[in-house]
């Protein structure tokens, strides 16, 4: 690699010191260093002519010239003022005005001839040029009179011999020495010749990201007065003081006072002017600063080499086209340049008599004549939001969308080649139960809706959670702290520096567990575990999980603010086991729930280019717990035309976005709300309460509702900005709800002020730059039937429909009120004005609540599964998952009284094992007595919901012995009767067995459990198709094939009711019995039956 290096010295030289002394050098190394003398002999000569010439010129009174001049051509000072630094003008040049505003156009005197504007005209001849000549005749002749001659009368030189500074071209001089200037100084090793310097810097992606900002150069370009300067100095007030960025602007003022100061006007000086303009905008713009560039610069070519040196360096670079009549500017006028013009005082004023090509394709143009100051900077503003320059990380979503949080994309699922890898390695890890609930969850997180979250959360980072509504985040390392969300929680070692960044999450998502579940966990000699659903499927790996203590008072009161223990959430946080898991998450499949609204569940991903695909320039997002009434699609469109009007947006996209995760139950369930929204999407525009298909997009998500008022809301905005929203419709008390009858302070009222969400929400830390849209109150407009906003001026023609009467009237089965004659008192009435719904979706809420006890709606997403049942065996119409589930066989009436107690010709400890609860399954499934035909079907909690083990995930299949029967009236030595079912059986083998299946099973002994004051025996066997069953013939052989199996069945049924919050059972005895004991059991129990 090249290394710069200054040519070496001798010892004498580098000293100063007297005689010289030759030191002997390799001859390979002289003639590289000769090499190199010669290589930059000619660039250090040229520089050194340089500096005499400009020496003998600052020196010389003849070669005096307008040195005040502002660089690229604006204006050149006035032979009668222009202050301190004006120079002599010299004889022969044209008056000129100082004042012009720009530091690279051609407001300005300009001396160069006019064959040389003719060459440059002839070289664009294809390309508009602005050029309006005055005939002479048009020249007032006192003016004309009091013109200075413009061609230059030779001054005299006495140079005694030497060059005549006058007969140099510096022009000249300064292209030939660009030309043969090296393109790239090799400055450090790690830049090979050839190479960008930018090798040897910190690199434009980490600079960006500490700074939170990119660089560029907006170089706005247009005649004299069209506003450059004012635009430029709006945007950069409303930049820095309102977003703290980095911003410079470049123009004549800043410009011609120093590094342009030695530039006149000459056509060389002016590219000069403009190049070195656009060497320091491409240098500030590279550091991050935002450049703001204004002047005339009225040639493409010189504006074309300033782009190129920007897209050479990677640099965006936008050049922006204020396109203002000449007609206007004149009337403008703000320093008088123009009527100077037009009265002959100025010469050669650029767009006037002197040409100015206007930009091809302009990025940006502004007719500013037609805009206001403010809207021009607007514009301006949007594209550098649009284009992620206000941003320091890389712009991952498509333009005009915001990066997630943290600026990290987040998709959890296994890429499609790795699944099959995956899923054999989830088998033979841990189970960790999850709940329906829990699934909500990890599809948020899976789905990138907690951006930058990659799994449930670690104590750490639940604490800053509970602490802060708030984590901190390192996406691109520059604190070495990009990891710190995903590592194990250290108390008591503390980086330097902390992460830099803070992104909102204020909603702790957290997994619970019980102690079985940690024991199994920190047994296993895996560093991973395999999140399981309550329905035994397998659904994600959780990788290097970390437990810890579920401090539930302290999450409730720091989440909540508030002592509510009826609060549904609140209830479910207390439910929980007594340790917390945290550890990053990988989806083996994407989460589907079978419920028939699938196809309105995408991820952010999938929403982000549903927005790309539809033009979107902003995404505002409008979350429902309810059906959507013409009120809220007058405000939805409402908020879409504001953002047009306002926003200055194009094509903003409305997200409608219900929510579809775990809710209390008396919300609207969740495919009512969808369906309904269906129709107000079917319905268009052609009625009051729809919504344009064109230009809204439909996605549930799949968050779970928890009620926390203004905490909660920032969660809503977060998620949704991770799918592409930057406004996010907010009403009064937004997830907020009333307090039950526990409550200690607001019982049966509004837990939470109804103005403090959309408070909060708009201060939260985090929250970046989105942007709240405020509910309105709307009315019914009896005259004009539709909902809008009330007209102080007839406010009776309105009337107000709550919530409470839209469900009584939909309760009571209301029709459509007359069109002409629109009742006060709709409940009296019993009618529904046409313009309040959509018809068919007033037909679907009023469905829903006129049979709202059918058991057929789906209150929120929660998987619809196969039994996995058994194939001679057949199920009722309704769904596995409800209580009215039912599985018979086909074979037999009864699974409990028809089926064999043993199969025919089998061994003398083989019994048929009827299985009811397959492996990994917790739906307390069971054969029902009372029923005809005996079904299994799912047992029911206290309060008639499914029941479900929450005890840990089983870890063998469970069912019972058919024709066996504990009888009440049979007692043990402690007097403790039969449970009057079928005798229990755990199955120990590895696989999972069929609901309804039977299965012959080799029975290894029993245990006594006393649950409850009854006796209730517990048989232990392995399937005869097992692959360990030849090794397993008793409970010895299973401690040697399976260590631990014993201790952990009898765990379960000791502890197993305990997450429900009940007491420990008991064993009437430690020890399993002999196999001859279990068989004597099993007998007696046939006999029994």
Same mark, same amino acid.
């Given at each position: ?197 930018? +090798? ?219 699944? +099959? ?669």
């Amino acid at each position: 690699m090249a290394r710069y290096a200054y040519a070496p010295l001798s010892v004498e030289e580098g000293r100063g010191g007297g005689g010289r002394r030759s030191l002997p050098h390799d001859a390979a190394a002289e003639a590289d260093r000769s090499a190199k003398v010669n290589e930059r002999m000619p660039m250090f000569v040229g520089m050194c002519v340089l500096v005499a010439i400009t020496f003998v010129l600052s020196r010389s009174p003849q070669a005096a010239a307008p040195a005040a001049a502002a660089g690229g051509g604006n204006a050149a000072v006035a032979a009668t003022g222009g202050g301190g630094n004006v120079a002599t003008v010299p004889e022969g040049t044209a008056t000129v005005d100082a004042g012009s505003s720009g530091g690279g156009g051609g407001a300005a005197y300009e001396s160069r001839p006019s064959s040389v504007i003719a060459e440059k005209k002839k070289k664009d001849n294809n390309l508009p040029v602005i050029q309006i000549s005055p005939p002479n005749s048009e020249i007032p002749a006192a003016a004309a009179a009091a013109v200075v001659p413009t061609d230059p009368i030779p001054p005299s030189c006495d140079c005694d011999g030497r060059v005549d500074p006058a007969s140099i071209d510096i022009g000249e001089l300064r292209a030939k020495a660009l030309a043969s200037t090296p393109p790239h100084i090799i400055e450090c090793s790690a830049a090979s010749d050839g190479e960008s310097q930018s +090798a040897c810097h910190l690199p434009p992606s980490t600079r960006y990201a500490a700074l939170k900002q990119k660089g560029a150069t907006l170089w706005m370009t247009g005649c004299s007065g069209a506003g450059k300067t004012t635009i430029a100095t709006a945007l950069e007030d409303r930049l820095v003081k309102a977003y703290g960025k980095h911003v410079y602007r470049l123009d004549g003022d800043n410009l011609r006072t120093g590094i342009n100061r030695d530039l006149t006007f000459t056509e060389a000086d002016r590219a000069e002017s403009v190049r070195r303009t656009g060497e320091i905008a491409t240098l500030f713009a590279d550091a991050g600063v935002i450049t703001l560039v204004g002047l005339i610069s009225p040639y493409r070519e010189d504006r074309d080499l300033v782009r190129k040196r920007h897209e050479d360096q990677g640099i965006p670079f936008y050049e922006i086209f204020l396109d203002v009549p000449v007609e206007e500017l004149k009337k403008r006028d703000p320093k008088g340049q123009y009527a100077r013009v037009e009265s002959g005082e100025l010469r050669h004023f650029t767009c006037i008599d002197d040409p100015y090509e206007p930009p091809v394709e302009p990025e940006i143009t502004l007719r500013t004549h037609e805009l206001k100051i403010e809207e021009s900077a607007d514009i301006l503003f949007r594209r550098l939001e649009m284009d992620g320059i206000l941003e320091g990380a890389p712009k991952l979503s498509p333009p005009g969308l915001p990066n997630p949080d943290g600026d990290e994309v987040i998709d959890l699922h296994v890429p499609e080649h790795l699944k +099959a890898e995956r899923r054999a390695e989830a088998e033979g890890l841990p189970k960790v139960l999850i709940t329906d609930l829990d699934l909500n969850w990890l599809q948020v997180i899976g789905e990138g809706w907690a951006s930058p979250l990659k799994g449930f959360m670690r104590e750490g980072t639940l604490l800053e959670v509970l602490h802060f509504n708030s984590i901190l985040v390192d996406p691109f390392n520059l604190t070495d702290n990009v990891n710190m969300q995903s590592s194990t929680t250290d108390f008591q070692t503390f980086k330097e520096f902390r992460p830099p960044d803070r992104v909102s999450m204020s909603v702790p998502i957290t997994l619970s567990c019980t102690s079985y579940t940690r024991d199994l966990i920190e047994s296993s000699p895996d560093n991973s575990v395999a999140l399981t659903t309550q329905m035994g499927n397998v659904v994600a790996i959780l990788r290097n999980p970390e437990i810890y203590p579920n401090r539930k008072e302290e999450i409730v009161t720091r989440m909540f603010g508030a002592i509510d223990p009826g609060h549904p959430y609140i209830e479910q946080i207390y439910n929980g086991g007594e340790y917390l898991i945290g550890g990053e998450v990988e989806l083996l499949d994407r989460i589907t729930y079978n419920d028939g609204l699938d196809k309105w569940r995408k991820t952010s991903r999938e929403l982000m280019a549903e927005f790309e695909e539809k033009g979107a320039d902003t995404v505002y997002a409008f979350q429902t717990r309810n059906p959507t009434h013409a009120g809220h699609a007058y405000l939805m469109r409402s908020a879409g035309e504001n953002l047009k009007k306002e926003g200055g947006y194009k094509n903003p996209v409305l997200w409608l976005s219900p929510l579809g995760g775990w809710t209390k139950e008396d919300d609207v369930p969740l495919d009512v709300r969808v369906k309904q929204h269906e129709e107000v999407l079917n319905s268009g525009l052609e009625h009051p309460g729809g919504l344009d298909p064109a230009t809204t997009v439909m996605a549930i998500w799949p968050s779970p509702m928890v009620y926390a008022g203004p905490t909660e809301v920032q969660f809503h905005a977060k998620s949704r900005r991770s799918a592409g929203a930057s406004y996010f419709v907010v009403g009064r008390d937004p997830a907020g709800m009333k307090g039950s009858h526990q409550a200690v302070a607001h019982k049966d009222d509004d837990l939470y002020d109804g103005d403090h969400g959309r408070y909060v929400l708009q201060n939260s830390p985090g929250i970046g730059s989105m942007k709240m849209l405020s509910f309105v109150k709307v009315m019914y407009d009896i005259a004009d039937n539709v909902m809008k906003v009330p007209d102080e001026s007839r406010l009776q023609d309105f009337i107000s429909i709550s919530g409470s009467k839209m469900r009584l009237l939909a309760r009571n089965g209301a029709v459509p009120c007359s069109a002409t004659d629109i009742p006060t008192d709709l409940v009296d009435a019993n009618c529904v004005p046409s313009g309040f719904m959509v018809p068919k979706g007033w037909d679907i809420v009023v469905d829903y609540y006129r049979n709202i006890d059918a058991g057929r709606w789906i209150p929120w997403s929660r998987p619809v599964v196969d039994p996995g049942a058994d194939s001679r065996t057949k199920v009722g119409e309704e769904k596995f998952g409800s209580l009215d589930f039912r599985l018979m066989h086909k074979d037999y009436e009864s699974f409990w009284h028809d089926i064999p107690m043993k199969p025919s010709g089998g061994e003398g400890n083989v019994i048929n094992f009827v299985t009811e609860i397959p492996l990994r399954m917790t739906a307390k499934m069971e054969v029902q007595k009372a029923l005809p035909n005996n079904p299994i079907s799912q047992d029911s909690n206290d309060d008639g919901s499914p029941r479900y083990y929450t005890y840990g995930t089983p870890f063998f299949n469970y069912g019972f012995i058919p024709q066996t029967w504990e009888d009440p009236n049979l007692k043990d030595s402690l007097g403790n009767g039969g449970d009057n079912d079928p005798l229990d059986v755990m199955e120990i083998g590895s696989r999972r067995l069929d609901m309804g299946s039977i299965t012959p099973c080799r029975v290894l002994g029993h245990l006594e459990l006393i649950d409850e004051g009854e006796m209730d025996n517990k048989v232990i066997c392995i399937s005869l198709s097992d692959p360990d069953v030849n090794s397993i013939l008793t409970m010895d052989d299973l401690e040697r094939v399976k260590p631990g199996t014993t201790d952990r069945l009898r765990d379960w049924l000791k502890r197993y009711k305990t997450s429900d919050g009940k007491a420990e059972n008991s064993l009437a005895g430690e020890d399993v019995t002999s196999v001859t004991e279990a068989m004597e059991l099993i007998d007696e129990t046939h006999q029994r039956w």
